[in-house]
T-cell receptor
């Protein structure tokens, strides 16, 4: 079964607001990856975090890997309608990549 | 992504029939994967390949088989389709395996009636 849990499952955001989605694992991960899937589309790789406490930014998106390498977060500032979609985290443990169930984001204009 | 082509894009088949889905890549990636996506379950790994003729099972491999005779092609076969196999199937490739980002194909929507 899945080793990686994501919360919340759904996120309804007012355009312009910030939100955060979280990813948690019961085991230590060697890396964490984040993907975005637009409605009707396929997952697209966004970023990979490897180091404990690592923080990376892509424009309005901030990705963080926890100190214990068991959790991660994705924070989006000033949400836009282009941010609509499902965000998946995926963690590597024992040479296997496990995907979380995703956070589906809708935006109110 | 233009480097990964899945065929067919949509298929409706009857229960009990065999079905083969094809994934073709021009990325020259060593690693290839088949996932299924169902609401509430995210992406679940069916089978994967780490080279020509080298394949292994994922977490939901029952009822599925795969073959990889060339670097470019990874075939997924449903030996006798069941309604529980109605899903969206994604192929993915990776240059260096699970420690490197995956590139996904556009998916095949399979309906078993």
């Amino acid at each position: 079964g899945q080793q990686v849990m994501q919360i919340p499952q759904y996120q309804h955001v007012q355009e312009g607001e910030d939100f955060t989605t979280y990813c948690n694992s019961s085991t230590t991960l060697s890396n964490i990856q984040w993907y975005k899937q637009r409605p009707g589309g396929h997952p697209v790789f966004l970023i990979q975090l490897v180091k404990s406490g690592e923080v990376k930014k892509q424009k309005r998106l901030t990705f963080q890997f926890g100190e214990a390498k068991k959790n991660s977060s994705l924070h989006i500032t000033a949400t836009q309608t282009t941010d609509v979609g499902t965000y998946f985290c995926a963690g590597t443990n024992d040479y296997k990549l496990s995907f979380g169930a995703g956070t589906t984001v809708t935006v109110r204009a | 992504d233009a480097g990964i082509t899945q065929s067919p894009r949509h298929k409706v088949t009857e229960t009990g029939t065999p079905v083969t889905l094809r994934c073709h890549q021009t990325e020259n990636h060593r690693y290839m994967y088949w996932y299924r996506q169902d609401p509430g379950h995210g992406l679940r790994l069916i089978h994967y390949s780490y080279g020509v003729k080298d394949t292994d099972k994922g977490e939901v491999s029952d009822g599925y088989s795969v073959s990889r005779s060339k670097t470019e092609d990874f075939l997924l076969t449903l030996e006798s389709a069941t309604s529980s196999q109605t899903s969206v199937y994604f192929c993915a490739t990776s240059l260096r395996g699970e420690n490197y980002g995956y590139t996904f194909g556009s998916g095949t929507r399979l309906t078993v009636v």
